[in-house]
């Protein structure tokens, strides 16, 4: 069993976001409302939301997301770990970005539990940083490096996002990056996104940005692209559409978990969602909605997916995402007949069917599309 707890509050909106977010600030008065004010008050609403759900089983694995989890004190983190129980070797996780902690925060983590760290690193470049809307520049992340080296000893137990495909960029300064910084520090886990235009975003909104139209590069560059970025990281598993390991035991075994798609999750805090025999569960998206859920119970997003469509549905849009596939049996016949129409992306045993990597990761969410409305 698996809880994620979502920390809404950042210091300001990156323009590719559509995350449940809030927006501190970074001046002296909104910090200091944030310290005194909001952090407690939606700490003590998520505690309530723990007490209210969590029946008490030892988790394997705890995360920490966001927003930037970071943010939140060492005395507020410490409130809401007292809340779980916890299997002897739980994976216990954190967004952290870099300038949100200085040495004696990280050693906090680490004296909490935290053992393993997601750092939003998305570039190393710092015009493209600011671009992004970003609140660290590069001498944050390298700082930041310096100080995980130094309190935890190594970065085999952390988790570095980059994005590439991004607007205006100057020739492959993305991808030089990454092979950059897996040669620099050999991380024992990426995460590497292509950089997709949601429709509640800045870039969506504001600029008008549309994936695939300058200033975003075209359908083929980004194609290359991803191919590319699997090519810089063939020493790593690339066990996920996005998502690069070291070796199995660097995987993320939270994320894991969801990509099983049918195993039971918790989901505290604004915006989680919550899995439970096949229920969903999504909490409101606002912090004034969440805490009326809270206090009330009214106000979340219900969706049963018990019925075995429902199921296979899901199944095939988490399962077929990573490299161990889907078995057989999970799936109806006519779905099986139907993947012969992608053979040539298709891996397909006797007992169990999964894409080739990576040029079916490439294609995944076509096949998916097709896929999940045929019974």
């Keep these: 069993m698996s809880a994620y707890i979502h920390i809404p509050f950042c210091l300001k909106r990156c323009f590719y976001c559509a995350f449940p977010v809030h927006v501190v600030g970074q001046t002296d008065v909104n910090q200091n409302y ?20 969590y029946k008490g089983e030892p988790l394997q694995t705890i995360y920490f997301g966001g927003g ?31 300038k949100t902690f200085n040495e004696d925060k990280l050693q906090g983590f680490k004296t909490l539990g ?44 952390c988790s570095f996002d980059f994005l590439y495909n991004l607007p205006s960029e100057v020739g492959q300064s993305s991808l030089d990056d990454l092979k950059w910084f897996i040669e620099q520090y050999q991380p024992g886990h990426i995460s590497a996104y292509s950089l ?20 975003l590069p075209n359908n083929e560059i980004q194609t290359c692209n991803y191919t ?27 994320n894991k978990n969801y990509w099983l798609g049918d195993s039971n999750f918790y989901g505290f805090g604004m915006g989680a969602t919550s899995l439970s025999n096949l229920i969903r569960v999504t909490r409101p998206h606002t912090l004034k909605q ?12 219900v ?23 889907i078995e057989r049996a999970l799936l109806s016949e006519s779905v099986v007949e139907a993947m012969q129409k992608f053979e040539e992306y298709f891996i397909i045993g006797e007992d169990n069917i999964k894409l080739k990597i990576p040029e079916g990761y490439l294609v995944c969410d076509e096949i998916v599309g097709y896929l999940q409305n045929i019974k």
């Design 228 to 254: 590319k970025v699997h090519q810089i990281l063939q020493q790593y598993d690339h066990y996920e559409i996005s998502n690069f390991a070291k070796s199995e035991q660097h995987i993320s075994q939270h």
């Design 34 to 53: 944030y310290k005194q004010c909001l952090e407690k008050q939606y700490v003590g609403y998520l505690i309530k939301d723990i007490q209210n759900h």
């Design 68 to 98: 930037t989890p970071s943010l939140l004190s060492l005395e507020s983190l410490q409130l809401i770990l007292n809340c779980f129980k916890k299997q002897s070797n739980a994976e216990i996780t954190i967004e952290a970005d870099p």
């Design 196 to 215: 997709s235009i949601e429709e509640e975003s800045y870039f969506y909104k504001k600029l008008n940005y549309r994936e695939g139209i300058h200033p």
């Design 303 to 325: 969706e049963d997916e018990s019925s075995q469509f429902e199921k296979q549905r899901i199944l095939l849009m988490s399962r077929l995402r990573t490299k161990w596939g």
């Design 290 to 301: 969440y805490y009326k859920f809270v206090d009330s119970g009214e106000g979340c997003l």
């Design 114 to 157: 935290f053992n393993r760290l997601s750092v939003g690193v998305q570039s190393l470049q710092d015009e493209t940083l600011k671009r992004l809307n970003r609140s660290h520049l590069r001498k944050d992340i390298d700082d930041a490096l310096e100080l995980i080296q130094k309190v935890y000893g190594s970065y085999d137990n």
